[in-house]
Protein backbone atom coordinates (compact mmCIF):
# COMPACT_ATOMS: atom_id res chain seq x y z
CA UNK A 1 0.00 0.00 0.00
CA UNK A 2 1.25 3.61 -1.03
CA UNK A 3 1.83 6.04 1.82
CA UNK A 4 -0.70 8.64 2.49
CA UNK A 5 0.16 12.41 3.28
CA UNK A 6 -2.11 14.97 4.89
CA UNK A 7 -1.65 18.19 5.10
CA UNK A 8 -3.50 21.00 6.83
CA UNK A 9 -4.08 24.28 4.82
CA UNK A 10 -3.74 27.43 7.00
CA UNK A 11 -0.12 27.78 8.24
CA UNK A 12 0.96 24.26 6.57
CA UNK A 13 0.95 24.77 2.79
CA UNK A 14 -0.36 28.49 2.64
CA UNK A 15 0.52 31.38 4.55
CA UNK A 16 -3.09 32.75 4.38
CA UNK A 17 -2.76 35.41 7.20
CA UNK A 18 -2.87 38.78 5.66
CA UNK A 19 -5.92 37.92 3.80
CA UNK A 20 -7.96 36.71 6.85
CA UNK A 21 -7.06 39.40 8.80
CA UNK A 22 -8.39 41.72 5.91
CA UNK A 23 -11.41 39.75 5.99
CA UNK A 24 -11.99 39.91 9.08
CA UNK A 25 -11.11 43.44 9.74
CA UNK A 26 -13.40 44.87 7.45
CA UNK A 27 -16.13 42.81 8.46
CA UNK A 28 -15.92 42.97 12.48
CA UNK A 29 -15.57 47.00 11.69
CA UNK A 30 -18.19 47.48 10.14
CA UNK A 31 -20.77 46.08 12.98
CA UNK A 32 -18.76 48.50 15.70
CA UNK A 33 -16.11 46.07 17.08
CA UNK A 34 -11.78 47.14 17.54
CA UNK A 35 -9.60 45.64 14.81
CA UNK A 36 -7.98 43.35 15.21
CA UNK A 37 -3.70 42.81 15.05
CA UNK A 38 -2.45 40.84 12.96
CA UNK A 39 -0.22 39.05 15.26
CA UNK A 40 -3.67 37.73 17.24
CA UNK A 41 -5.78 37.01 14.19
CA UNK A 42 -2.56 34.50 13.27
CA UNK A 43 -3.44 33.19 17.18
CA UNK A 44 -7.25 33.00 16.73
CA UNK A 45 -6.93 30.94 13.47
CA UNK A 46 -7.36 27.17 13.18
CA UNK A 47 -10.81 26.02 14.18
CA UNK A 48 -12.84 27.52 11.01
CA UNK A 49 -14.18 31.01 10.19
CA UNK A 50 -16.70 31.34 12.75
CA UNK A 51 -14.15 30.54 15.63
CA UNK A 52 -11.93 33.27 14.12
CA UNK A 53 -15.09 35.71 14.06
CA UNK A 54 -16.47 34.90 17.90
CA UNK A 55 -13.27 35.05 19.31
CA UNK A 56 -12.34 38.40 17.77
CA UNK A 57 -15.14 39.82 19.41
CA UNK A 58 -15.19 38.33 22.70
CA UNK A 59 -17.68 35.96 21.49
CA UNK A 60 -20.44 38.32 21.38
CA UNK A 61 -22.94 36.09 19.12
CA UNK A 62 -25.47 39.06 18.32
CA UNK A 63 -24.70 39.23 14.62
CA UNK A 64 -22.39 35.92 14.16
CA UNK A 65 -24.38 34.52 11.20
CA UNK A 66 -24.91 38.27 9.84
CA UNK A 67 -21.06 38.45 10.03
CA UNK A 68 -20.05 35.49 8.70
CA UNK A 69 -21.98 35.47 5.72
CA UNK A 70 -20.47 39.55 5.14
CA UNK A 71 -16.81 37.61 5.86
CA UNK A 72 -16.92 34.62 3.37
CA UNK A 73 -18.78 37.38 0.52
CA UNK A 74 -15.62 40.19 1.16
CA UNK A 75 -12.72 36.73 1.16
CA UNK A 76 -14.20 35.03 -2.04
CA UNK A 77 -13.20 38.16 -3.63
CA UNK A 78 -10.19 38.55 -1.58
CA UNK A 79 -8.77 35.44 -0.96
CA UNK A 80 -5.70 35.83 -2.56
CA UNK A 81 -4.47 39.15 -2.38
CA UNK A 82 -1.68 38.20 -0.33
CA UNK A 83 -1.54 34.66 0.34
CA UNK A 84 1.09 32.49 -0.79
CA UNK A 85 2.67 28.65 -0.25
CA UNK A 86 5.41 28.62 1.98
CA UNK A 87 8.25 28.30 0.64
CA UNK A 88 9.25 24.65 -0.92
CA UNK A 89 5.87 23.67 -0.69
CA UNK A 90 4.81 23.93 -3.78
CA UNK A 91 8.12 21.31 -4.56
CA UNK A 92 7.41 19.33 -1.93
CA UNK A 93 4.03 18.61 -3.00
CA UNK A 94 5.02 18.08 -6.74
CA UNK A 95 7.60 15.31 -6.05
CA UNK A 96 5.20 13.15 -3.55
CA UNK A 97 2.84 13.87 -6.30
CA UNK A 98 4.97 11.96 -8.83
CA UNK A 99 6.10 9.22 -6.80
CA UNK A 100 2.76 8.24 -6.48
CA UNK A 101 1.99 9.36 -2.93
CA UNK A 102 -1.41 10.13 -1.99
CA UNK A 103 -2.45 13.65 -0.92
CA UNK A 104 -5.11 14.68 1.26
CA UNK A 105 -5.99 18.27 2.27
CA UNK A 106 -7.97 18.54 5.63
CA UNK A 107 -8.95 22.02 6.96
CA UNK A 108 -11.69 23.86 8.79
CA UNK A 109 -11.68 26.58 6.34
CA UNK A 110 -15.31 26.75 4.46
CA UNK A 111 -14.72 23.99 1.68
CA UNK A 112 -16.13 26.83 -0.96
CA UNK A 113 -13.45 29.00 0.04
CA UNK A 114 -10.41 26.17 0.35
CA UNK A 115 -11.46 24.62 -2.84
CA UNK A 116 -10.79 28.20 -4.84
CA UNK A 117 -7.42 28.45 -2.87
CA UNK A 118 -6.13 25.15 -4.06
CA UNK A 119 -7.31 25.21 -7.94
CA UNK A 120 -5.71 28.28 -7.75
CA UNK A 121 -2.24 27.20 -5.77
CA UNK A 122 -2.06 23.67 -6.03
CA UNK A 123 -4.27 22.52 -9.18
CA UNK A 124 -4.54 19.08 -9.50
CA UNK A 125 -1.98 18.39 -6.34
CA UNK A 126 -4.52 16.75 -4.07
CA UNK A 127 -6.21 13.49 -4.02
CA UNK A 128 -8.83 14.66 -1.68
CA UNK A 129 -9.75 18.17 0.22
CA UNK A 130 -11.98 18.11 2.99
CA UNK A 131 -13.23 21.45 4.83
CA UNK A 132 -16.08 22.82 6.59
CA UNK A 133 -19.30 22.25 5.02
CA UNK A 134 -19.61 18.86 3.83
CA UNK A 135 -21.44 17.41 7.17
CA UNK A 136 -18.16 15.85 8.42
CA UNK A 137 -17.49 17.26 12.04
CA UNK A 138 -14.52 19.37 11.73
CA UNK A 139 -10.62 18.54 13.17
CA UNK A 140 -9.63 17.75 15.92
CA UNK A 141 -12.66 15.31 15.57
CA UNK A 142 -11.13 12.24 13.85
CA UNK A 143 -14.22 12.01 11.79
CA UNK A 144 -12.13 13.67 8.99
CA UNK A 145 -9.61 10.42 8.95
CA UNK A 146 -11.89 8.45 9.25
CA UNK A 147 -13.06 9.21 5.81
CA UNK A 148 -9.78 9.45 4.62
CA UNK A 149 -9.20 5.43 5.34
CA UNK A 150 -12.29 4.67 3.71
CA UNK A 151 -11.35 6.35 0.42
CA UNK A 152 -8.04 5.42 0.32
CA UNK A 153 -8.54 1.67 1.71
CA UNK A 154 -5.85 2.16 3.99
CA UNK A 155 -4.35 1.65 7.17
CA UNK A 156 -3.52 4.34 9.74
CA UNK A 157 -0.14 3.10 9.85
CA UNK A 158 -0.13 4.19 5.86
CA UNK A 159 -0.90 8.29 6.84
CA UNK A 160 1.25 11.20 8.15
CA UNK A 161 -0.76 14.29 9.32
CA UNK A 162 1.27 17.79 8.59
CA UNK A 163 -0.02 20.68 10.96
CA UNK A 164 0.67 23.19 12.44
CA UNK A 165 -1.75 24.07 15.01
CA UNK A 166 -2.76 22.72 18.87
CA UNK A 167 -5.87 21.99 17.20
CA UNK A 168 -3.22 19.41 14.57
CA UNK A 169 -1.68 18.05 17.39
CA UNK A 170 -5.10 16.70 19.14
CA UNK A 171 -6.59 15.84 15.61
CA UNK A 172 -3.63 13.68 15.16
CA UNK A 173 -3.48 11.68 18.71
CA UNK A 174 -7.53 11.41 18.22
CA UNK A 175 -7.04 9.37 15.03
CA UNK A 176 -3.94 7.87 16.42
CA UNK A 177 -1.62 8.47 13.08
CA UNK A 178 2.03 9.84 12.78
CA UNK A 179 2.28 13.40 12.49
CA UNK A 180 4.84 16.19 11.90
CA UNK A 181 4.22 19.77 13.48
CA UNK A 182 5.58 22.71 12.55
CA UNK A 183 6.21 26.27 13.69
CA UNK A 184 6.59 28.64 10.46
CA UNK A 185 3.23 28.89 10.13
CA UNK A 186 0.12 30.42 12.69
CA UNK A 187 1.62 28.91 16.37
CA UNK A 188 5.00 29.78 18.08
CA UNK A 189 7.40 26.95 18.47
CA UNK A 190 7.35 27.54 22.34
CA UNK A 191 3.45 27.07 22.88
CA UNK A 192 3.43 24.07 20.37
CA UNK A 193 6.22 22.35 22.74
CA UNK A 194 4.11 22.47 25.31
CA UNK A 195 1.45 19.85 23.22
CA UNK A 196 4.18 17.90 21.49
CA UNK A 197 7.46 16.70 21.89
CA UNK A 198 9.13 17.73 18.80
CA UNK A 199 8.71 20.51 16.08
CA UNK A 200 9.70 21.27 12.83
CA UNK A 201 10.92 24.75 11.92
CA UNK A 202 11.20 24.96 7.94
CA UNK A 203 10.30 23.33 4.54
CA UNK A 204 13.46 21.99 4.23
CA UNK A 205 13.13 20.40 7.49
CA UNK A 206 9.46 18.86 6.62
CA UNK A 207 11.17 17.48 3.76
CA UNK A 208 13.33 15.40 5.26
CA UNK A 209 10.71 14.20 7.89
CA UNK A 210 8.54 13.55 5.32
CA UNK A 211 10.96 11.40 3.54
CA UNK A 212 12.11 9.30 7.22
CA UNK A 213 8.29 8.56 7.43
CA UNK A 214 8.09 7.02 3.34
CA UNK A 215 11.04 4.98 3.99
CA UNK A 216 10.07 3.63 7.22
Known amino acids: MKKVILFDLDGTVLNTLLDLSASLNETITSYGYKKIKNDIVRKYVGNGIKDLIKRSVNYDTKYLNSMYNDFLSY ?9 KPYPNIINILNKLKAEGIKLGLLTNKNIHITKKLVNKFFPNTFDLVLGDGLGIEKKPSKEMMEF ?5 NCQISDVLYVGDSDIDIKFAENANCDKIIVSYGFRDKEDLLLKTNYVIENTTDLENEINKFLNM
Do not use: P, S
Not at 75 to 83: I, L, Q, W
Open 75 to 83: YEKNYAVYT
Open 148 to 152: VIKKF
